[in-house]
């Protein structure tokens, strides 16, 4: 019986549970929080609605850690008695350190737009292996991008295709070499000076807000355990060399181990050479 375990019942963790619940395809949701009680609150809300919003999918809670121990994925998104910061820093790391004391070998989808160090001292300091540990923001971003697109061309997000790579926000790079609109090149539907505006907007949309961040993850989430074809812009722990990592935005193949296939997006000169200097600068 399939469950994903989301560690964390603040903001984040609580919409990515319903997000996840709307979308009816697993069988449990386990939210996990040390606040147990906010815990067991968010999961009841949940459950109580879904007479209205239709799913059958059945949530608990529990307040230790290890609850995760056996999860098919495993989110880690927000505390809920801290301001629902997200699980970072020393704190972050501890959490994870307990996950693998506690013998979690799942895939681990960091949630938050905050994580992308955490998720480097996962690997580089408990050892996880690289297509363990994915980080699911940048797709949060992409879907925004990828609004605003439609709305320019007066037409539907859901028709525009782009990936996001490098480090949001001062360091992402679009690939609009490969972006499209209705099957054909996005260029062909947008004036250079538009694209270029687009583009600029990126800074103000980092961070994006719970819900959008929710909804991303939901949707990887919902990849790893149930398979899909689609290709996700996350972030990834790439071999920077010699004993260094860099935690950056691809455009990723996912499975039942987490991360498949990182793929080569088609870049511009230009555009290779900024995400080259972003990952230089993070690495």
Request: charged content about 20%.
């Amino acid at each position: 019986m399939a469950f994903i375990a989301i560690v964390g019942s603040g903001a984040l963790g609580g919409a990515t549970a319903h997000a996840l619940a709307v979308r009816d395809r697993i069988a449990e949701i386990r939210l996990i929080d040390a606040a147990g009680s906010i815990a067991s609150g968010k999961a009841l809300d949940i459950q109580q609605s879904s007479p209205i919003d239709g799913f059958s999918v059945r949530l608990t809670s529990a307040a230790a850690i290890d609850a995760a121990v056996g999860a098919d994925v495993i989110v880690i998104a927000d505390s809920a008695s801290a301001d629902s910061a997200e699980h970072s820093g020393e704190a972050g790391l501890a959490l994870l350190r307990q996950l693998v004391r506690a013998g979690a070998t799942s895939p681990i989808i960091f949630a938050g737009a905050t994580q992308r160090e955490l998720m480097g001292r996962a690997v580089t300091e408990l050892h996880l292996k690289r297509n363990q540990v994915l980080g699911s923001a940048p797709f949060a971003l992409e879907s925004a991008l990828r609004s605003l697109a439609g709305l320019a061309i007066d037409g539907s997000g859901v028709e525009v295709c782009l990936r996001v790579v490098g480090v949001p926000p001062k360091a992402a790079v679009v690939a609009w070499e490969e972006a499209t609109a209705f099957g054909h090149p996005l260029s062909s539907k947008m004036p250079a000076h538009a694209i270029a505006g687009l583009g600029s907007r990126i800074p103000s949309l980092w961070p994006p807000g719970p819900y959008v961040l929710a909804s991303a993850a939901a949707q990887v989430a919902d990849a790893v355990v149930r398979g899909s074809r689609r290709r996700f812009s996350c972030f990834v722990v790439l071999d920077a060399g010699p004993r260094r990592t860099a935690v950056s935005s691809m455009p990723v193949e996912l499975g039942p181990q987490g991360v498949a296939q990182v793929l080569e997006p088609a870049l511009t000169r230009q555009e290779r050479t900024l995400m080259e200097n972003a990952l230089e600068r993070t690495g």
